[in-house]
């Protein structure tokens, strides 16, 4: 089917409590792979790219890969802009086909993230576009995101910014860190509720690549209805790659190791599938 826009599948996800995964591909395998899980588990699924993907390749080659994927399919598809660094980027995604925008204004005050959240999904309404917001830092380091340390999200600020900006879904930062982890996160699920019971958009959770399955089966209880997941898809698609390449030195056919890693990404992006409780929900 066509692409679909995150609007309705998170809507969706909301209502039936449980998440959308939303998985960051870099090439056609990868795709490929996505598509191949959410298939064989008939669940929606988000497909995104963050500026620096975009930068490798452009908006044009990943839509193209992520439409015809799509197209063969008979589950849900939303193509989405992970981390919008800025207004002309969200604007070159939406003139793309992207169906789906974030614009990431949390390394603004407060006043800045609205007007620059507010003028994105301005621009984006006419073509029923929605967009997702962060508010509050979600840390760690991840291509050109530096966090920092974070700063958690205030849920009296969320309740606001969400007011002022008419923004489709919130990344909320509650612990969650990009790339990998050095010990285990401690997230704080009370002040995920405390903006659940004042917000009513979904909610999006950043940087899930390596939280226990306990720790994302709460937050979705509590409301989280996206989360992320990025750094674990690179490991195992170049695990793959590494892993046939070291047992078969002599190999010169990408589409040999290509295989091996589509396989690898497969099997975790089902499993992530599983764990955010979208089996069967396309
Ligand atoms: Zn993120």
């Known amino acids: 089917m066509a692409l679909v826009t995150t ?18 591909v870099e090439n056609m395998e990868m795709v490929m792979a996505v598509i191949a899980a959410a298939e ?13 993907t975009v930068k490798y390749a452009g908006l ?41 925008i974030m614009i990431d204004g949390s390394h603004s005050v407060f006043e800045e993230n609205i007007e620059i959240t507010k003028r994105v999904v301005d621009a984006c309404k006419p073509s029923l576009i929605p967009v997702e917001a962060e508010l509050g830092k979600v840390g760690g380091k991840e291509d050109d995101l530096d ?39 401690k997230l704080d699920l009370n002040r995920l509720s405390e903006i659940k019971n004042v917000v009513s958009v979904p909610l999006v959770l950043h940087g899930a690549s390596g939280l226990s399955e306990e720790a994302i089966k709460e937050s979705i209880n509590r409301g989280i209805c996206k989360v992320n997941f990025a750094t674990e898809l690179r490991i195992a698609y170049t695990d793959g790659i590494k892993n046939t390449l070291s047992e078969n030195p002599e190999l010169i056919d ?18 992530r599938i599983e764990m955010c409780g979208s089996v069967n929900r396309a």
């Open 254 to 271: 990408p589409k040999k190791y290509g295989k091996s890693a589509m396989e690898n990404v497969k099997e975790l992006v089902k499993n």
């Open 40 to 52: 064989e588990l008939n669940a929606p699924v988000i497909m995104q790219t963050t500026p620096s």
């Open 60 to 100: 044009d080659f990943y839509l193209a890969n992520v439409a015809a994927a799509a197209k063969k399919s008979k589950v849900p598809v939303a193509m989405h802009l992970d981390h919008g660094s800025s207004f002309d980027l969200a604007m070159q995604a939406l003139r793309a086909g992207y169906t789906s």
């Open 7 to 24: 609007k309705e599948i998170l809507l969706k996800a909301q209502e039936g409590n449980y998440a959308v995964g939303a998985f960051n």
């Open 147 to 185: 966090g920092g340390s974070g700063g958690y999200t205030d849920p009296l600020e969320a309740k606001e910014f969400v007011e002022k900006t008419n923004v489709d879904s919130l990344a909320v930062a509650i612990g969650t860190a990009h790339g990998v982890y050095d010990g285990i996160p």
